[in-house]
Nanobody, 126 residues
Framework: QVQLVESGGGLVQTGGSLRLSCAAS????????MGWFRQAPGKEREFVAT????????YYADSVKGRFTISRDNAKNTMYMQMNSLKPEDTAVYYC???????????????????WGQGTQVTVSS
């Protein structure tokens, strides 16, 4: 199993940037596909980005493509997401998620990820 802890959220103005981190426990971080999801008030939790076990494959939601970059450092057991050109509609709680094994065919589905962090709030003011 793996335990996940997010950090890096906060309040930022439109057009600003934030970098989220997800620290994982355990010595087998490189065996987990990792992802970011987000949930705005009154909305379903939605896929943001995913990264393969060794970081060679990434996928993004259309809404963040070109603005967000997911990455990982397996030596540090940490995943990151650089968020640039933030918009008010990016406001949400951001969750780190993990799944043992390769990127699933349905990588946008929250049900493919068994491990979750507690979330970090990102608020973008207009």
């Amino acid at each position: 199993q793996v335990q996940l802890v997010e950090s890096g959220g906060g309040l930022v103005q439109t057009g600003g940037s934030l970098r989220l981190s997800c620290a994982a426990s355990g010595r087998t971080f490189s065996t987990y596909t990792m992802g970011w999801f987000r949930q705005a008030p009154g909305k379903e939790r939605e896929f943001v980005a995913t990264i393969s076990r060794f970081g060679d494959t990434t996928y993004y939601a259309d809404s963040v493509k070109g603005r967000f970059t997911i990455s990982r450092d397996n030596a540090k057991n940490t995943m990151y997401m650089q968020m640039n050109s933030l918009k008010p509609e990016d406001t949400a709680v951001y969750y780190c998620a993990g799944r043992f094994g390769p990127v699933p065919a349905t990588w946008t589905s929250r049900y493919e990820y068994a491990y979750w962090g507690q979330g970090t709030q990102v608020t973008v003011s207009s």
